[in-house]
């Protein structure tokens, strides 16, 4: 019966086609030619498209036009062993459809692997199919029209070559290392990770102090008066994230969230309002907001709600800029018309993130009934001070590497984390003293331990004043790493069409590394990950290439093309491709676990 239906689709495609299909040609050829039965082929079905024509990519959502989609008819001797694949396409604003589309011109070629039965007999064969595709101009489309290709090759006596099984089905099914979802589980354990990792970046923490002293100040000795703008204020950052990077994305795209981060202009008001924090807690002035916004509230909601809310909406914005990775493939799915659990993944991801500012919110409600708190709550406050300085000084040189002012340098930057470091432990020590502090009669053991870390973290950072680099995770937040400032051994392109004729030219595969000069995460794994001795000789044996996607003279064009060819506008993301333009793997995210690093690169080699 199947055979039958086919015999009857090949026949109406067959008169479909006596007249040539317009704007389109379609051929197919197999390559090898010639094979052995178990051996892998890749079948090639080509499609030349007038000038100033178009159709439509494998992947193009629905909604608009149709997408390109290829067909095979049942056979005896060959089976499918992956997908079909096409390049990467061309993605477009379509004011007709009133979507973004994905678009192929001129010639293109789609690829899928065949595995030839294990006892096929040797002889002439051939392979039949249909493309069905919709094809367009600037002006008008044509409906979706089917055109029959046939490809013919040769299997000859002999038993299967390993060579030819293994190479050609490793390239059709790409492997995903790193962080990945598969399923609605997989997408909530992906953003519940995700969420949880988030918190251990450089704009979080520095939150930690603000909420602490608001809440402090609000809650009072008023417990449920403490539960109530904790959750008010949980709800604010799980609302606001979400309903941010919804916006972002439809307004500037899969790649806002990267386009954030690495905005000078953001990275300089979010560290001056780190500076505002540091004065306030260190008791210059207090922030209060707008008294018509306090007599507002007071008449409905309460001041504190109101302040709560503002509260998570700060937390929000000053997060974003590094939490940017962890959402990438999320904001990618909104963009292709994926609604439903991408909100879904944003939401438990921004829930995970606010559940412990919740508990920080609701705390502070205890310390402040605790009797006898003396002035440890205020000395606790300064040292707080002193770090958000410090994380100031890291988003000014976010600033500094977009635009390339050679003032917050990375000696600049260090040396002021190691001053900051020497005052801390001083202060915790009673040596300096701010005009609300009460006097240090004597000095603890506590004390005298929390100095000691203070005094440790600023020696460990002295000698990269010198040009001997201190460890990664601090190196990594240094505006140009000192470890790349060195001559590095391996050499990296820029051009991934240069990579690709090298690599064709060399027998070599192609590791692609879409990093950002803002990336704390990319910059962790080149000076901790790539330097070790067998993930350095792994990467040797590739053509490797750099795309900056966050700024540069081709970071747009870079980020377009991640987006658009992989789905993902997360940094840092890997990917292993084949000289002739095929994915093999890719990593996404950083990882501490060398061995699962090496394990993804061992895919393409």
Same mark, same amino acid.
């Not at 979080?204 to 603000?210: K, S």
């Given at each position: 019966?199947?055979?039958?239906?086919?015999?009857?689709?090949?026949?109406?495609?067959?008169?479909?086609?006596?007249?040539?299909?317009?704007?389109?040609?379609?051929?197919?050829?197999?390559?090898?030619?010639?094979? #052995?039965?178990?051996?892998?082929?890749?079948?090639?079905?080509?499609?030349?498209?007038?000038?100033?024509?178009?159709?439509?990519?494998?992947?193009?959502?629905?909604?608009?036009?149709?997408?390109?989609?290829?067909?095979?008819?049942?056979?005896?001797?060959?089976?499918?062993?992956?997908?079909?694949?096409?390049?990467?396409?061309?993605?477009?604003?379509?004011?007709?459809?009133?979507?973004?589309?994905?678009?192929?011109?001129?010639?293109?070629?789609?690829?899928?692997?065949?595995?030839?039965?294990?006892?096929?007999? /040797? *002889?002439?064969?051939?392979?039949?199919?249909?493309?069905? @595709?919709?094809?367009?101009?600037?002006?008008?489309?044509?409906?979706?029209?089917?055109? /029959? @290709?046939?490809?013919?090759?040769?299997?000859?006596?002999?038993?299967?070559?390993?060579?030819?099984?293994?190479?050609?089905?490793?390239?059709?099914?790409?492997?995903?290392?790193?962080?990945?979802?598969? *399923?609605?589980?997989?997408?909530?354990?992906?953003?519940?990770?995700?969420?949880?990792?988030?918190?251990?970046?450089?704009?979080?923490?520095?939150? %930690?102090?603000?909420?602490?002293?608001?809440?402090?100040?609000? /809650?009072?000795?008023?417990?449920?008066?403490?539960?109530?703008?904790?959750?008010?204020?949980?709800?604010?950052?799980?609302?606001?994230?979400?309903?941010?990077?919804?916006?972002?994305?439809?307004?500037?795209?899969?790649?806002?969230?990267?386009? &954030?981060?690495?905005?000078?202009?953001?990275?300089?008001?979010?560290?001056?309002?780190?500076?505002?924090?540091?004065?306030?807690?260190?008791?210059?002035?207090?922030?209060?907001?707008?008294?018509?916004?306090?007599?507002?509230?007071?008449?409905?909601?309460?001041?504190?709600?109101?302040?709560?809310?503002?509260?998570?909406?700060?937390?929000?914005?000053?997060?974003?800029?590094?939490?940017?990775?962890?959402?990438?493939?999320?904001?990618?799915?909104?963009?292709?018309?994926?609604?439903?659990?991408?909100?879904?993944?944003?939401?438990?991801?921004?829930?995970?993130?606010?559940?412990?500012?919740?508990?920080?919110?609701?705390?502070?409600?205890? %310390?402040?009934?605790?009797?006898?708190?003396?002035?440890?709550?205020?000395?606790?406050?300064?040292?707080?001070?002193?770090?958000?300085?410090?994380?100031?000084?890291?988003?000014?040189?976010?600033?500094?590497?977009?635009?390339?002012?050679?003032?917050?340098?990375?000696?600049?930057?260090?040396?002021?984390? &190691?001053?900051?470091?020497?005052?801390?432990?001083?202060?915790?020590?009673?040596?300096?003293?701010?005009?609300?502090?009460?006097?240090?009669?004597?000095?603890?053991?506590?004390?005298?331990?929390?100095?000691?870390?203070?005094?440790?973290?600023?020696?460990?950072?002295?000698?990269?004043?010198?040009?001997?680099?201190?460890?990664?995770?601090?190196?990594?937040?240094?505006?140009?790493?000192?470890?790349?400032?060195?001559?590095?051994?391996?050499?990296?392109?820029?051009?991934?069409?240069?990579?690709?004729?090298?690599?064709?030219?060399?027998?070599?595969?192609?590791?692609?590394?879409?990093?950002?000069?803002?990336?704390?995460?990319?910059?962790?794994?080149?000076?901790?990950?790539?330097?070790?001795?067998?993930?350095?000789?792994?990467?040797?044996?590739?053509?490797?290439?750099?795309?900056?996607?966050?700024?540069?003279? #081709?970071?747009?064009?870079?980020?377009?093309?991640?987006?658009?060819?992989?789905?993902?506008?997360?940094?840092?993301?890997?990917?292993?491709?084949?000289?002739?333009?095929?994915?093999?793997? #890719?990593?996404?995210?950083?990882?501490?676990?060398?061995? /699962?690093?090496?394990?993804?690169?061992?895919?393409?080699?």
């Amino acid at each position: 019966m199947k055979k039958s239906l086919w015999l009857l689709t090949s026949f109406v495609c067959a008169a479909a086609i006596a007249a040539p299909t317009p704007h389109v040609a379609v051929s197919a050829r197999v390559e090898p030619a010639t094979a #052995r039965a178990g051996e892998t082929v890749k079948l090639i079905v080509t499609a030349v498209v007038d000038e100033h024509w178009h159709l439509y990519s494998l992947t193009q959502k629905p909604g608009g036009p149709e997408k390109t989609t290829l067909t095979l008819a049942d056979n005896a001797v060959v089976e499918k062993a992956g997908a079909f694949t096409g390049p990467a396409p061309k993605r477009v604003r379509d004011t007709a459809f009133d979507m973004d589309v994905e678009q192929h011109e001129g010639k293109v070629e789609f690829t899928a692997p065949l595995a030839l039965k294990a006892g096929a007999v /040797a *002889g002439a064969q051939k392979i039949e199919g249909k493309m069905r @595709f919709m094809v367009c101009d600037a002006q008008s489309c044509l409906p979706p029209m089917n055109a /029959a @290709f046939v490809a013919e090759f040769t299997i000859e006596p002999g038993a299967a070559r390993p060579e030819f099984v293994a190479a050609v089905a490793a390239a059709a099914a790409p492997e995903k290392f790193g962080g990945q979802a598969d *399923g609605l589980g997989g997408l909530l354990l992906l953003a519940i990770i995700s969420g949880l990792v988030s918190l251990l970046t450089p704009c979080v923490f520095p939150m %930690i102090p603000i909420t602490v002293s608001f809440f402090t100040k609000e /809650a009072s000795h008023d417990r449920k008066r403490a539960l109530k703008l904790s959750v008010v204020y949980a709800l604010a950052i799980i609302a606001t994230f979400t309903l941010v990077g919804v916006v972002l994305t439809l307004l500037l795209g899969a790649g806002s969230a990267n386009k &954030v981060a690495a905005s000078p202009i953001v990275n300089i008001a979010i560290g001056l309002l780190f500076v505002a924090f540091a004065l306030s807690l260190f008791g210059v002035f207090d922030i209060h907001l707008p008294s018509s916004w306090v007599d507002a509230a007071q008449s409905r909601a309460g001041a504190g709600t109101v302040g709560a809310i503002f509260m998570g909406l700060v937390f929000t914005l000053t997060s974003f800029t590094c939490t940017a990775p962890f959402i990438g493939p999320l904001l990618v799915a909104i963009t292709q018309g994926a609604w439903f659990w991408p909100l879904i993944g944003m939401s438990v991801f921004a829930a995970t993130f606010a559940s412990p500012f919740f508990l920080l919110a609701l705390f502070p409600g205890w %310390i402040a009934g605790l009797p006898k708190s003396g002035g440890w709550l205020n000395s606790t406050k300064v040292v707080m001070g002193f770090l958000e300085l410090a994380a100031a000084m890291k988003f000014f040189s976010n600033a500094e590497l977009i635009w390339q002012w050679d003032v917050f340098t990375t000696p600049v930057v260090l040396a002021s984390w &190691v001053a900051l470091s020497v005052l801390i432990g001083l202060y915790i020590l009673g040596k300096i003293r701010l005009p609300h502090d009460t006097p240090v009669e004597s000095v603890g053991g506590l004390r005298v331990m929390f100095s000691t870390m203070f005094f440790v973290l600023a020696l460990v950072m002295l000698p990269g004043l010198v040009r001997i680099p201190p460890p990664g995770l601090i190196d990594s937040y240094l505006p140009v790493p000192i470890a790349l400032q060195q001559e590095e051994k391996l050499a990296w392109g820029d051009d991934y069409q240069a990579a690709l004729v090298k690599a064709k030219a060399e027998g070599r595969k192609v590791f692609i590394d879409f990093t950002g000069y803002t990336c704390t995460n990319c910059r962790w794994m080149e000076i901790s990950m790539f330097p070790q001795p067998e993930v350095g000789a792994a990467l040797g044996q590739f053509v490797r290439v750099r795309l900056y996607t966050d700024g540069g003279p #081709r970071g747009q064009q870079n980020q377009d093309f991640q987006v658009a060819r992989f789905g993902d506008a997360a940094l840092p993301l890997y990917v292993l491709m084949s000289a002739d333009d095929k994915e093999i793997a #890719r990593f996404s995210g950083m990882t501490r676990d060398t061995k /699962a690093f090496l394990d993804f690169l061992k895919r393409g080699l």
